[in-house]
Each structure stands twice: as C-alpha cells, then as structure tokens.
Nanobody, 114 residues
Framework: QVQLVESGGGVVQAGGSLRLSCAASGIIFDTYTMGWYRQAPGKQREWIVQITSGGTKNYADSVNGRFTISRDSAKKTVYLQMNSLKPDDTAVYYC????????WGQGTQVIVSS
C-alpha cells in the first residue's frame, strides 16, 4: 500500500518560513520523481516543484528563488523549504510521486497571514 504522509504545515506571517516533509512508503522511492502541488481556495491544483530520481529540480516561476525541494533516500522523504512566504502562498500543499497519474498525499494546510 502506497502512502505519502505530509507534515509541517501551519500558520506563518508573511516573510516567514516553513518546511514541509513528505514521508513515502510502499514505493521504490529512488525511482520516482517527487513533487509538490498546491491548491488555493477556489482555484485549481497547480504544480509548483519537482525533483527527479537523478536530483534534477524544476520550479514554477511563482516559487522559484523562494522554495527549495530536496530528497533523502535513506529516509524516503522529500522536503519543501519555503522562505519569504507571501499571502498568495496560502493553500493546501500536496506531495506527489510519479506525476498527476501517480500517488498523492492527503495534503497539509499552509496559511500565510499578512
């Protein structure tokens, strides 16, 4: 059974930082591209960042320079360090393995207050 379990969400003031974690089980972690998506209230879910099995990272323009993705193979965990947070970053953040047709976590709420 595949599980992606996110943690680390919360409420933070604008300009602050949060680190999200996603612990994976039930998959051969090292073979998967891992990513993060987010869904703001009233909006569609959007891709924001991914890291391939080889370590290549890609970022959406909206988060480039502020967010950093990383992965730890020993812990089967992917991280999202979010700095310089803005109110527009308020959303539910979802961990993903294998793209849109892959596996999803349950989501973790991030609220950035102004």
């Amino acid at each position: 059974q595949v599980q992606l379990v996110e943690s680390g969400g919360g409420v933070v003031q604008a300009g602050g930082s949060l680190r999200l974690s996603c612990a994976a089980s039930g998959i051969i972690f090292d073979t998967y591209t891992m990513g993060w998506y987010r869904q703001a209230p009233g909006k569609q879910r959007e891709w924001i960042v991914q890291i391939t099995s080889g370590g290549t990272k890609n970022y959406a323009d909206s988060v480039n320079g502020r967010f950093t993705i990383s992965r730890d193979s020993a812990k089967k965990t992917v991280y999202l360090q979010m700095n310089s947070l803005k109110p527009d970053d308020t959303a539910v953040y979802y961990c993903n393995a294998g793209g849109i047709r892959g596996y999803w976590g349950q989501g973790t709420q991030v609220i950035v207050s102004s």
